[in-house]
């Protein structure tokens, strides 16, 4: 992730997993031929309704905040 910025979210998710979809880091462990939808660790994924980040995974690209339909991801200075 980078060391400079992080991914928060606010509460606003309605859960519709679109970030989960143009995740780039997502995208590529989802090409892995032994991926496990049930058993892999993603980025960010929707989890009891809303997207849940894995911040030791998450590279802080900003990408699902610029797809999110209601805003509810946002990238932030640390």
């Known amino acids: ?20 979809t143009v995740c780039p880091t997502n995208t590529k462990m989802s090409k892995a031929e032994d ?20 911040y030791g995974v998450c590279i802080a690209c900003g990408i699902c905040t610029k797809n999110c339909p209601v805003s509810s991801l946002a990238m932030v200075q640390i």
């Open 35 to 54: 991926f496990d939808i049930d058993n892999a660790k993603l980025a960010i994924h929707v989890s009891n309704g809303v997207a849940a980040v894995d």
């Open 1 to 20: 992730m980078a060391k400079d910025k992080k991914l928060v979210q606010s509460g606003k998710c309605n859960g519709c997993g679109i970030c989960v």
